[in-house]
Nanobody, 118 residues
Framework: QVQLVESGGGSVQPGESLRLSCATS????????MAWYRQAPGKQRELVAS??????????NYVDSVKGRFTASKDNAKKTMYLQMNSLMPADTAVYYC?????????WGQGTQVTVSS
């Protein structure tokens, strides 16, 4: 059973930063694609950032609204993915989810709440 556990959410003011973590139980972490999604109240879940599978550095892809502000990364040795979020805005308020796909099955974490408000 694949387990994904997010942490690092919280309440911040506009312009501040947060770093989310996604710890996994994946045995061979580097061979699976990873992604961050978010879901704001009353909205559909949207893809925020994705990291292709592979050893070493893999270039992440971002939704336009977070380009230049968010940075996704992963540590294969720690089997953990990160999302560094800078210059946060109220529009970034959402529950953030970690995602992976293993042998055709999708897995989600429980989510971590990010609230940006003055």
């Amino acid at each position: 059973q694949v387990q994904l556990v997010e942490s690092g959410g919280g309440s911040v003011q506009p312009g501040e930063s947060l770093r989310l973590s996604c710890a996994t139980s994946l045995t061979f972490f580097s061979i699976y694609p990873m992604a961050w999604y978010r879901q704001a109240p009353g909205k559909q879940r949207e893809l925020v950032a994705s990291i292709p599978k592979g050893d070493g550095y893999q270039t992440p892809n971002y939704v336009d609204s977070v380009k230049g502000r968010f940075t996704a990364s992963k540590d294969n040795a720690k089997k953990t993915m990160y999302l560094q979020m800078n210059s946060l805005m109220p529009a970034d308020t959402a529950v953030y989810y970690c995602y992976t796909e293993v042998n055709g099955r999708t897995y989600w974490g429980q989510g971590t709440q990010v609230t940006v408000s003055s």
